[in-house]
Structure formats: structure tokens, C-alpha cells
């Protein structure tokens, strides 16, 4: 089964980058890396995906190194409400295994 | 708001009744997927929904648990003869086919 391993905590000052790391050394060719984001009592929320490139969307950047083995999930101005746990996981087909995430806190 | 729904948001019963819960997924979605999560940890695939056809059920899926997905529409997960270990937040997402789940707000079940 597809395992991911991220950091159990972070901190982050309001405002500053936030940079979250995931390991995926057992990703296959053709799974996307998945990064969602869960806050207190509520469902997981889909953040981006990516296959190989970089990518951004209003939310996050995704940065996936050359071999695949690692990405880096960045929120670039990061506030109060981004405190959450924060997953990544990957999937060539349609189940999704989630590890223990990072709980990041943003710090006013 | 994902446009997924569960009903209910919070259940509590006693050990040994049976409880079911519904989900709502996107209306285009095809896929339909149920997950379970424990306190401090992530979420846990149980079973898969392509259409009304259940294409996978996890082990962590035992005897007492059934779902279903009449029409490939809504789904309900049912849970006989409740146990404590059983309480935990039941998550479903949907997708249209292998793409990026949303999950709903996901249904609270206690279990005394």
C-alpha cells in the first residue's frame, strides 16, 4: 500500500511561508501526489495535486523534486485559518492512503 | 461546503444497536469512497462505490458492516450490533471517475 511519511508538527509565524514536506519513495510512475488539509471536526480538503511538474493554484504551490520521492507543499502567506493537519498522499487509481499528516500552527 | 453531504452529523448509541448513515456525493460523481477516522489519526479507506458496483472493501471492513449504493447514486453504510472500537468519524468523498475526492463534512459516531 502507498505510504507517505511527513513530519508529526510544525510551526509557522503569520504571514511567512509555510513549507511542509512529505516523503513518497514508494510512488509509482503514473500516481499523483494528493495534498489535503483537514481542520478540527470537519472532512479533508482537497489542496492540489501534481504528476511531475510544479504546480499552483490560489491556495498552495506544489514542488515535486526530479525522482519523485518527495514534494513540498507551500502556502506562501500563511494565516490563522491555515492552522490544520495537513496530508499528503498519492493514488494511481482510486484509494487513498493517508498517513498521520503534519499538524502545522500558525503563530501570531 | 464540497457539495458532498452525510446525515447525520453526530450519532451516539448503545452498544449492540445497529446504526446507518447516508452520503449525498456530487451529482456527476460516479465514484464514491467511505472512510473512517480515529482521533490523531488520518483518515482509512473501508470500501469503493463505481456506480452502484462496490469494487472494494477494506479488511478493516468486518462482518457488521455493509454499505451500498442503489442506483449509483446516494450510498448508506450500515453498522450491526455496535461496539466502542466501532466509534470514529465516518468520511465519504466522491470523485468523477479517477480523480480528485472531495470528502463531505463526515458523520460523528459514539458508541456506549
Known amino acids: 500500500d502507498a505510504k507517505t511519511t511527513q513530519p508529526p508538527s510544525m510551526d509557522c509565524a503569520e504571514g511567512r511561508a509555510a513549507n511542509l514536506p512529505c516523503n513518497h519513495s514508494?510512488?509509482?510512475?503514473?500516481?499523483?501526489v494528493y495534498w489535503y488539509r483537514q481542520i478540527h471536526s470537519q472532512g479533508p480538503q482537497y489542496i492540489i495535486h501534481g504528476l511531475k511538474n510544479n504546480e499552483t493554484n490560489e491556495m498552495a504551490s506544489l514542488i515535486i523534486t526530479e525522482d519523485r520521492k518527495s514534494s513540498t507543499l507551500i502556502l506562501p502567506h500563511a494565516t490563522l485559518r491555515d492552522t490544520a493537519v495537513y496530508y499528503c498522499t498519492f493514488s494511481g487509481t482510486y484509494k487513498y492512503i493517508f498517513g498521520t499528516g503534519t499538524r502545522l500552527k500558525v503563530l501570531a | 461546503d464540497t457539495g458532498v453531504s452525510q446525515d447525520p452529523r453526530h450519532k451516539i448509541t448503545k452498544r449492540g444497536q445497529n446504526v446507518t448513515f447516508r452520503c449525498d456525493p456530487i451529482?456527476?460523481?460516479?465514484?464514491l469512497y467511505w472512510y473512517r477516522q480515529t482521533l490523531g489519526q488520518g483518515p482509512e479507506f473501508l470500501t469503493y462505490?463505481?456506480?452502484?458496483?462496490?469494487?472494494?472493501k477494506s479488511r478493516l471492513l468486518s462482518d457488521r458492516f455493509s454499505a451500498e449504493r442503489p442506483k449509483g447514486s446516494f450510498s448508506t453504510l450500515e453498522i450491526q450490533r455496535t461496539e466502542q472500537g466501532d466509534s470514529a468519524m465516518y468520511l465519504c468523498?466522491?470523485?468523477?471517475?479517477?480523480?480528485?475526492?472531495?470528502f463531505g463534512p463526515g458523520t460523528r459516531l459514539t458508541v456506549l
Open positions: 451529482s456527476e460523481h460516479n465514484r
Open positions: 468523498a466522491s470523485s468523477l471517475l479517477p480523480d480528485t475526492q472531495y
Open positions: 462505490f463505481q456506480n452502484e458496483a462496490q469494487l472494494e
Open positions: 514508494t510512488i509509482s510512475g503514473n500516481e499523483y
